[in-house]
């Protein structure tokens, strides 16, 4: 989604931005702009697309030395991604760009078109710029133009702004929407996330809500809650593989292995937890978005079945208004690998003021939902650069469920035996995200006879429910094609009615947990003449097609085993369907509106 980078210094200032833009590439967005002040001159350049255009449009702009700079990709929410609705937005003398949404634009935009104002964009974000100018004729200097522009937004919002009239300066403002700024010896940088900051800064503080301020080369000491901040850039080579997706889902094994890393000793586990952590938890609400609430539901099944503990789950933004009964003696746990989805963040806050205990489960540490949980276990899945999740599932989905040992385990609700065995299968599940070619080569022939059918259903039972829905979930993010996931035994209540031989079903058969149900389900698709593609530990003769998984044990081996598969097949059709894969049309990767 809409990213923001901005930058006081001496270095070429075009180039700061754009880099730092390249940073955030990875999160979804449709236009993008720059504006650099610098010897009195503000100058602003934006395109639609991608960040080439970009730089092709300013190649030749030059701005040297001491400057400030902001720079923005917009995801379209207010106007469609045109040039003119790119940020950043600019008036007579300053320029602005902002995350979030501006909730009574319309009525300061009226307000000042009745007062002469003319608008070129139809953003919510252009009313701050004018609505600045005219402040700045009014007011007795320029933090007081700023803040009463600020107080008269209503929304969300990471605000940045630059001015003639403060010309070594940026402005900046903060509620709803990450924020941050650092710094190193004689640089500030401002960001909407860490990802652009990692080695180029020493110091950094994450703004809080309510924060409106100015910064200048020597005022980053005034701000309190200054951390240090250490890292190299990571990597973000894609290592020989073809997109960031693919290496994802290969770096699995490797990033479990972090996942567990002190968590799962020989007969129990443990987490980085108080010991008090399970006191008056009876019950556990779980809240999360897309991909997460897909972990979340799988879940589910985990906490009851195995360690015995009633659990719900919910769609944070149906959770938000829905007005929920929130018991005192439920965990609130929210699941979100960037930490920053807007829905699951308000979620997390409700639960918060109902005084639940709240616990976060996210990939990005001091993100603002691992800020605002009161307790937060981190997933250790590294960034992930592809749109469509991959690793931080199954991550999610290995943490929650060393989660529910660790919760049965201190209650005592399952035996040393059950625990041990749970542990077993634990360590083999990480064999099972290993990608075997032989699996993956199938997978590449496979794809080619799954392109031009009228939809796709991937079915399962139990948590392979889940996980039908995760994998119909990455298919129609990146292929653009019509699948949904559903329950098996759901089919006849509906479903079955679009069966027929263009319908691509893919039934998720694994051997350890209810087989014969879902062969009997798979069984009333092939009447109906639906294509089926099975996956399995062994052959059967339900399948027009069948991906055999190796042989394991135990459910939650097959259950990562399947998964894998999923995640490659949604892969190899995108790639034939020639569509860009890890940045897959209209979405972003961190989803900061509702
Ligand atoms: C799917 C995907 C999204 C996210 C969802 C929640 O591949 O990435 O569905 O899972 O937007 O995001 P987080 O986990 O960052 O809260």
């Not at 900051?197 to 200054?226: A, H, K, Q």
Request: net charge negative.
């Amino acid at each position: 989604m809409c990213g923001i980078v901005g930058y006081i210094g001496n270095k070429e200032k075009k180039e700061v931005m754009l880099s730092g833009l390249r940073e955030l590439e990875y999160r979804g967005y449709d236009s993008a702009g720059i504006s650099v002040l610098s010897s009195d001159v503000l100058s602003t350049f934006k395109t639609t697309g991608k960040l080439i255009n970009l730089e092709n449009k300013c190649k030749d702009f030059k701005s040297s030395g001491f400057g400030v700079a902001i720079g923005h990709t917009r995801w379209a929410t207010h106007g469609k991604a045109t040039e003119i609705n790119a940020h950043p937005h600019f008036g007579e003398t300053s320029s602005v760009v902002h995350n979030g949404i501006i909730e009574n634009f319309l009525e300061i935009k009226t307000k000042l078109e009745s007062e002469g104002k003319i608008f070129l964009s139809q953003t919510d974000t252009e009313v701050i710029i004018h609505l600045f100018e005219e402040n700045l004729n009014i007011c007795s200097n320029y933090l007081e133009a700023f803040k009463n522009t600020i107080n008269s937004l209503i929304g969300s919002y990471a605000i940045l702004l630059i001015t003639k009239s403060a010309p070594d300066k940026i402005f900046y403002a903060k509620n709803g929407s990450p924020l941050l700024v650092g710094a190193s010896k004689d640089e500030i940088y401002f960001a909407s996330s860490s990802t652009p900051l990692i080695g180029l800064i020493d110091r950094v503080c994450y703004l809080e809500d309510g924060d409106i301020g100015v910064m200048d080369i020597d005022s980053f000491n005034d701000l309190t809650n200054i951390q240090p901040m250490s890292g190299e850039k990571m990597s973000s080579q894609k290592d020989g593989y073809r997109y960031f997706m693919e290496k994802e889902i290969y770096e699995q094994h490797k990033i479990l292995q972090d996942t567990i890393r002190g968590r799962i000793l020989d007969n129990n586990v443990n987490l980085e937890l108080p010991d008090d952590f399970v006191n008056g938890v009876n019950r556990i609400l779980i809240c999360a978005c897309g991909t997460s609430y897909n972990a979340g539901l799988s879940a589910k099944y985990l906490f009851e079945r195995e360690a015995k503990i009633k659990t719900d789950v919910v769609i944070a933004s149906e959770f938000r208004y829905a007005e929920p009964i929130m018991e005192k003696d439920s965990l609130f746990i929210v699941i979100s690998q960037s930490g920053e989805t807007a829905d699951t963040l308000e979620a997390l806050k409700l639960a918060n003021k109902n005084n639940l205990k709240t616990l976060a489960i996210c990939n990005v540490d001091n993100s603002s939902i691992v800020r605002e949980a009161k307790y937060s276990l981190l997933t250790r899945a590294g960034i992930e650069k592809g749109v469509a999740s991959t690793k931080a599932f199954s991550s999610q989905v290995m943490l929650l469920w060393i989660l529910g040992i660790y919760i049965s385990q201190r209650k005592n609700l399952i035996s040393k035996t059950q625990i041990k065995a749970q542990i077993a299968s634990i360590k083999s599940s990480l064999e099972a995200v290993k990608v075997n070619s032989y699996i993956h080569d199938k997978l590449k022939k496979l794809s080619k006879r799954y392109l031009h059918g009228h939809g796709f259903f991937f079915i399962g039972r139990d948590i392979f429910y889940p996980l039908a829905l995760e994998g119909a979930l990455k298919l129609k993010e990146i292929s653009y094609l019509h699948a949904e996931g559903y329950p098996g035994g759901e089919m006849k209540h509906g479903p079955i009615a679009l069966a027929d031989s263009e319908l691509f079903c893919v039934s998720l058969m694994p051997k350890h947990l209810l087989y014969d149900k879902i062969k009997n389900n798979t069984q009333e698709l092939s009447a109906r003449d639906a294509t089926i593609c099975i996956v399995a530990q062994e052959y059967n003769d339900v399948a027009d097609d069948i991906v055999l998984i190796d042989k394991f044990d135990s459910y939650m081996e097959e259950f990562f085993a399947m998964m894998i598969v999923l995640q490659l097949l949604a892969l190899e059709i995108a790639i034939r369907l020639g569509n860009d894969v890890d940045m897959p049309r209209n979405l972003a990767k961190s989803v900061t509106v509702e």
